[in-house]
């Protein structure tokens, strides 16, 4: 027998650059492993990657827990704008929807759709964006998948994660379903940030409009209140639809009426500016990293004391009240007493903010 | 207070039938809760996706199981060929995945990146395939996302999964690190079929190349010999880079040689002779029903024998044994006793295959 046995790749795969991705890169071949190790290592190498199998294999902290999962696929553009990019999006999304369930983010998956053509200096911002979010959120990226289209076939990239996490029975039952008349409805913090920052991005608006999205994983903060046991009924987040379909869906899962007082709404001055301007409501404008909290009344001030003293909480107040007297509606209260329902969001008021 | 409480939507969302994919079904709104009640919940509902929640939670079936996740994003180019679709691909691919640790499947999640214009008739397909595999392979779709991008930036539909299972610890440590000289290496049939039927399908060659594509979820014949207790080294199954590239993962991770017989590598007829005309190596071509399995030699007989007897594995073969004389190397010995080096693939063979 006589083979060259210096042909053939060795191993460990050595380190090439190049610059541009290739369909090459989504073969599962040469080339594939040559990313994975060069580009997608450098940034969120960590012991369940390095497993290197099908899967990844990890023990469940509290054996005692219930498990949440969840998904998102993330396909915002432009893939940067101000206050983050899709990368820190894709990791918050899939964090923040499961800490609306209360639970302790874990772990999460990322399945990477690249268009041919992109360049690797912008994959490494992104995936370094994803990295910084992850360490924030105590999260750990423990799989990953690579495919990659051919030019035109995609818009430079796409990000799908998903998450799982654990719920202490201690952090009661949140859900949709659970908003009860006489229960305080709290916002965390100015809305329509988000999608106004990634309009502004997109049509080349930065100089006229000055706002940042404010994408930011919120578990940390919300874990704070939960483990002091304040008994929380709906956690969710008002990304795309906005405030207002994300009450929606509250009123029509707990079948209750939201009554909301329209003055105590917080938007940033640029926001509502943006919004008159450009012919918006803010109520459906998307948010990244606000909380619509419900519980019973007599938790509220606490709740909101504490979210204040929290960076992503600090414009905090309470914005209504759960009722019953119009089961699945939401109702907006102005300043001068007359009132207007508030529906989903019918249509598409800005596309891909996500 | 007087409001038109007739306005607004009803709850539950009515029906309404479009035949279109618009952007609109992406906005998280009014829209893209009609697709999903209308459509993705028509084939895709179970109690898991009722809770219409952020996330969706669960408890384990096993509290002492370790816990296997992954993730794949499915581009597969046409979406629809001889023996699948991209729907049946983006399950199995994760199944199997999970199967490849010696994990139960136990949960999907599945997003949906979808391109403006694409018909909703297409969608159900897809999903219909979608839920036709998750009943084979009995796990639960638990969480979905939908988004739209606008037509031209995408192609048509692609699908990222993420699955979790359960390990048993019964099934001891299965792992591509787990390859020891002495073993058998056995594949449960022939190789490069998904390949070649995606490629037929492609370029209109279904006249000439009849070949169906061997897409299928392999768990349960999989489980079926991890419960009686066979001890099993190695599982991987040979998608993207095919046979070849699969074995050099293997030798390279387990520092180990595999040595390959080629004459017993199953090959249907109508494959080898599409390789022949095209010019492919079926080392490298993409399967997507097989398994490579390395166990201690003495078991292989018996494994072969179980594998032989489930619709997936009739043509299972032992195809080589491991050695340490060239760590890492990978060698096909031909009926004339010459030898060859086999790499793994390097530059793209056929993409979007998967």
């Known amino acids: 027998m006589s083979i060259d046995l210096s042909s053939g790749p060795q191993c460990p795969i050595p380190l090439q650059h190049r610059e541009k991705i290739i369909l090459g890169h989504g073969s599962g071949g040469t080339l594939s492993q040559e990313l994975i190790s060069s580009v997608f290592l450098k940034y969120l190498n960590n012991p369940l990657l390095e497993q290197n199998d099908d899967s990844a294999q990890f023990e469940l902290i509290n054996k005692n827990s219930r498990i949440a999962i969840t998904t998102d696929s993330h396909i915002v553009s432009p893939i940067f704008f101000p206050g983050g990019d899709i990368g820190k999006l894709a990791v918050c999304g899939t964090v923040n929807d499961l800490a609306m369930s209360g639970a302790i983010p874990r772990y999460l998956t990322a399945g990477f759709i690249l268009e041919e053509g992109l360049e690797i200096s912008i994959l490494e911002r992104i995936l370094y964006s994803m990295a910084e979010a992850a360490k924030e959120a105590d999260i750990l990226i423990a799989a990953g998948d690579t495919k990659v289209v051919e030019r035109g076939k995609a818009d430079q990239i796409f990000i799908t994660t998903s998450g799982i996490g654990e719920i202490p029975y201690s952090h009661g039952h949140i859900s949709g379903n659970n908003a009860q008349p006489g229960d305080a409805v709290i916002i965390s913090g100015s809305i329509g940030d988000h999608g106004i920052a990634v309009l502004a991005a997109r049509n080349n608006l930065l100089g006229e409009i000055d706002v940042r999205s404010d994408v930011s994983p919120l578990n940390k903060m919300l874990q704070g209140i939960l483990e002091e046991g304040a008994e929380i009924h709906v956690l969710r987040d008002p990304t795309r639809g906005g405030l207002a379909t994300t009450l929606n869906e509250i009123a029509c899962q707990s079948r209750v009426t939201i009554h909301i007082e329209e003055s105590q709404i917080p938007i940033q001055p640029a926001v509502k500016a943006a919004c008159e301007i450009l012919g918006f409501d803010p109520m459906y404008v998307a948010n990244e990293g606000k909380v619509v909290i419900i519980c019973s009344h007599n938790q509220s001030e606490k709740i909101v004391a504490k979210l204040k003293a929290h960076p992503y909480g600090v414009d905090s107040v309470v914005i209504g009240r759960v009722d019953?007297?119009?089961?699945?509606?939401?109702?907006?209260?102005?300043?001068?007493?007359?009132?207007?329902?508030?529906?989903?969001l019918s249509g598409e008021l800005l596309p891909r903010i996500c």
Request: hydrophobic share 30%.
């Open 324 to 344: 019953n007297d119009h089961p699945g509606k939401v109702i907006l209260h102005n300043i001068y007493g007359t009132t207007r329902l508030v529906t989903r």
